[in-house]
């Protein structure tokens, strides 16, 4: 079992930043790939992007965060990072991040991620 807690969401203008940590524990986070997806209210829960290990790290990302999100790991730590630059105000939503092994062409299905955190808000607004 791996539990994920993340943290760092919050209140931010448009074209602000802000970076999400999930942190994992229970299990060894490295031998995963870590999603992250969020859900909008009223809305289905989305793949934002993950890091996928195996020859090497892979990072994918959804088209309407490409360039704006970024991805990356703290193996010392054991923390994945999600940073987020110029925040739009579609981007509001509660924010999960996921631990599972999907293979690569499965790796924006949810169904993929076998632990998930409890997610955090943003918020982007005036």
Known sequence: Q???????GGLVQPGGSLRLSCAPSGG??????IGWFRQAPG???EFVGCNRRSA???????DSVKGRFTISRDN???TVYL????????DTALYYCAAGRPI????RDETGYWYWGQGTQVTVSS
């Open 56 to 62: 090497g790290d892979t990072y994918l990302y959804a």
């Open 28 to 33: 060894d986070g490295g031998r995963y790939t």
């Open 2 to 8: 791996v539990q994920l807690v993340e943290s760092g």
């Open 76 to 78: 010392g730590k054991n």
């Open 83 to 90: 940073q987020m630059n110029n925040l739009k105000p579609e």
């Open 43 to 45: 809305k289905e829960r």
């Open 104 to 107: 690569l062409s499965a790796a």
